[in-house]
C-alpha cells in the first residue's frame, strides 16, 4: 500500500510564500515522475508543476518563475517551493505521483488529499 501525504498549506498574504511537502510512503520500489495539481473553485484540475525521476522539470505558463518542484529521492518527498503568490494562486494542491511498488513492481498513479492554499490581497 502506497500513500501520499501533503503538508504546509495555509493561509498567506499576496506576495508571501509556502511550502508545500508531500511524503509518499509504503511499499516503494521507486518513484517515477512526482508533480502537483491544484484545482480552484469552479475550475478543473491542472497541472502546476512536475519533476522526472532524473529532475527534469515543466511548470504552468501561470507559475513558472514563481514556484520550484524540487525533490528528495532519499526521503520520498516532493517540494513546491511557491513565492510572489498571488490570489489566484488559491487552490487545493494535490501531489500526484507515479510510483513503482516493491510488492508487484508495476507502476500506477497515486494522489494525496489535497493540500489548501489560500492567498489573500
Known amino acids: 500500500q502506497v500513500q501520499l501525504v501533503e503538508s504546509g498549506g495555509g493561509l498567506v498574504q499576496a506576495g508571501g510564500s509556502l511550502r508545500l511537502s508531500c511524503a509518499a510512503s509504503?511499499?516503494?520500489?521507486?518513484?517515477?515522475?512526482m508533480g502537483w495539481y491544484r484545482q480552484a473553485p469552479g475550475k478543473q484540475r491542472e497541472l502546476v508543476a512536475a519533476?522526472?525521476?532524473?529532475?527534469?522539470?515543466n511548470y504552468a505558463g501561470s507559475v513558472k518563475g514563481r514556484f520550484t518542484i524540487s525533490r528528495d529521492n532519499a526521503k520520498n518527498t516532493v517540494y513546491l517551493q511557491m513565492n510572489s503568490l498571488k490570489p489566484e494562486d488559491t487552490a487545493v494542491y494535490y501531489c500526484?505521483?507515479?510510483?513503482?511498488?516493491?510488492?508487484?513492481?508495476?507502476?500506477?498513479?497515486?494522489w494525496g488529499k489535497g493540500a489548501l492554499v489560500t492567498v489573500s490581497s
Open positions: 519533476i522526472t525521476s532524473d529532475g527534469s522539470t
Open positions: 509504503g511499499s516503494i520500489f521507486s518513484i517515477n515522475t
Open positions: 500526484n505521483a507515479n510510483i513503482v511498488t516493491s510488492t508487484w513492481y508495476d507502476a500506477n498513479y497515486y
